[in-house]
């Protein structure tokens, strides 16, 4: 069993790993070659360095405050897609009212609405949380909207004749086949997150990874800046696995196969 497990784990992330050392190994030698200045492009191990010499700091202010912001944004941003592109996909009339302004919020930039978030809400954590809010909520009504709509559309007017309503239709034969297209939405939700946070963060934040990142930027520690873009990396990655874990139990518990 251990065997398997570990044949399926290099065989699906072998490669990847193996890219990443490679990558981290031609950094370092260019890094001691100083074909790049250090300031600009540090190397690796003094960007690990910078993350020990900083590391309570970075974990016990900076890391929490993001992490509470990417979090309550998806919460919000999860709840309140689910709950529109379901209500777009039961109501036709809805769908067409409210399709055209999700899109048009989207080519909103978020550098030009933080500012007005910050006159709404003041430096507090609510500022950071619209701009995660506003990024993550759109896959979320889409992948919920769209994987409703493709699913179990040919036993809905069976279903009707037989008198279930649209409630139990929905419930039984469009939520389970919808599921992948949700999750597919509610994994890029949780990596914008993170991305939402970070911008919330570098435009009016006194907290943060992505205060920290801009605040080392300014004072040209370039070490310090790429450990906190590291952990915003692992962040978003970390909660991205979640997502996938959460989806592939969920799943098997209900027979979906992708």
Known sequence: MR???SRTFLRDYGPFALLVLVTLA???FAAWLKLVPAFILPAPTAIWTALMEQKELLFGEHLPATLQEVLLGFVLSAACGMLLGTGMHMFTPLEKALYPLLVISQTIPLIALSPIFIMWFGYTLWSKVAVVFLTAFFPVVVGTFDGLRKSGAMYKELLLTLGA???????KTQIPPALPSLFSGLKLSMVYCVIGATIGEWLGGSRGLGYFSRRMAGN????EMFAAVFLLSALGIV???FIVLLEKIILQKRGIHR
């Open 3 to 5: 065997v398997s497990i």
């Open 26 to 28: 031609g950094w370092e």
């Open 165 to 171: 309503t649209r409630w139990q239709i929905l419930l």
């Open 220 to 223: 040209l520690q370039s070490a």
């Open 239 to 241: 909660l991205f696995l």
